[in-house]
C-alpha cells in the first residue's frame, strides 16, 4: 500500500510562482510513474505532469510545459511541481498519484493508470 501527502497549495497572484510537494510512503512498485492531476470545479481531472521510477524520464501536458517542472529527490521520497507564472485558469485541487509502470507505452496521462491518490492541495490564483 502507498500513501501519498501534497503540500505546498496556497493562494497566489497570476504571474506568481508555487511548489508542490508529494510525499510517498509505504512500499512502492519496483517501476513506477508519480504524477501531478488536477481538477477544478464542473471539470474533470486532468493531467499536469509525471515523473517515472528508477529512469527519471518527464511528461508534461500541452498547456503547462512552459511553466512547469516535475523533479523528485529519492533522499526524501518526495516529488515536487514547481510552477511559475501562474493563471487563473490554473486554479483548481491539485492531487498526487502513483502508478505501476506496466509498459513503457503506457498512456502517462491517465488517471486510469495511477492506483493511490493523495488527498490533493488547493491552488487559487487570482487575477
Known amino acids: 500500500q502507498v500513501q501519498l501527502e501534497e503540500s505546498g497549495g496556497g493562494v497566489v497572484q497570476s504571474g506568481g510562482s508555487l511548489r508542490l510537494s508529494c510525499v510517498a510512503s509505504g512500499r512502492m512498485p519496483m517501476s513506477y510513474l508519480t504524477g501531478w492531476f488536477r481538477q477544478a470545479p464542473g471539470k474533470e481531472r486532468e493531467f499536469v505532469s509525471t515523473i517515472t521510477w528508477p529512469r527519471g524520464r518527464t511528461y508534461y501536458a500541452d498547456s503547462v510545459r512552459d511553466r512547469v517542472t516535475i523533479s523528485r529527490d529519492n533522499a526524501v521520497n518526495t516529488v515536487y511541481l514547481q510552477m511559475n507564472n501562474l493563471k487563473p485558469e490554473d486554479t483548481a485541487v491539485y492531487y498526487c498519484?502513483?502508478?505501476?509502470?506496466?509498459?513503457?507505452?503506457?498512456?502517462?496521462?491517465?488517471?486510469?493508470?495511477?492506483?493511490?491518490w493523495g488527498q490533493g492541495t488547493q491552488v487559487t490564483v487570482s487575477s
Open positions: 498519484a502513483v502508478g505501476r509502470q506496466r509498459s513503457v507505452y503506457m498512456d502517462t496521462s491517465t488517471p486510469h493508470s495511477y492506483e493511490y
